[in-house]
């Protein structure tokens, strides 16, 4: 490992950490790649000036693309995933309220029948704005018969659109 510390240019440095994995197989110890790896990006490339930064990012991808990942980067990952995650649920659940209280205002307004039929367009609606449309027919509409028929342009227009 001596070899790497001593690489007198970015070029023989990138060269030397493209031969890591037969060095480390060679010696029995191919699971000690990727903290070689982050050692080589993170120190050794900082030698080189331009050309390390160059090599630094060269190694990055490669790295990114294998597959390994630092501990920190791995962490950091998952934070993103699960951030992501409750982002998506918390739209799911808050979709899901949207649609409850609109079947209860329709129900309310029109009675059971007319909740009954506006529930399969309620099921069928993802984008809040198309919910809150349904809301509004059912302050706007004056009979059952008016809300429906508003209701089935929207579910047209959502379903074509």
Known sequence: MARFE???TAEALEELAGSLDDRLEAIGEPGLDAPFRTWIELVLTLRHGSKGEQLRRTLRKAREE???MTLIERA??????RDQLWLQRGRQEGVERHREMVHR???RRFGAAAA????PLLGRL???EDIVAVA???IECATAEEFLRRVDALGKRAAAG
């Open 6 to 8: 001593q690489a007198p």
């Open 66 to 68: 294998k597959g390994t």
């Open 76 to 81: 950091r990952k998952w934070g993103e995933e």
């Open 105 to 107: 205002q329709v129900s």
């Open 116 to 119: 009954e039929k506006v529930l």
């Open 126 to 128: 993802t984008d809040q």
């Open 136 to 138: 509004d027919a059912v």
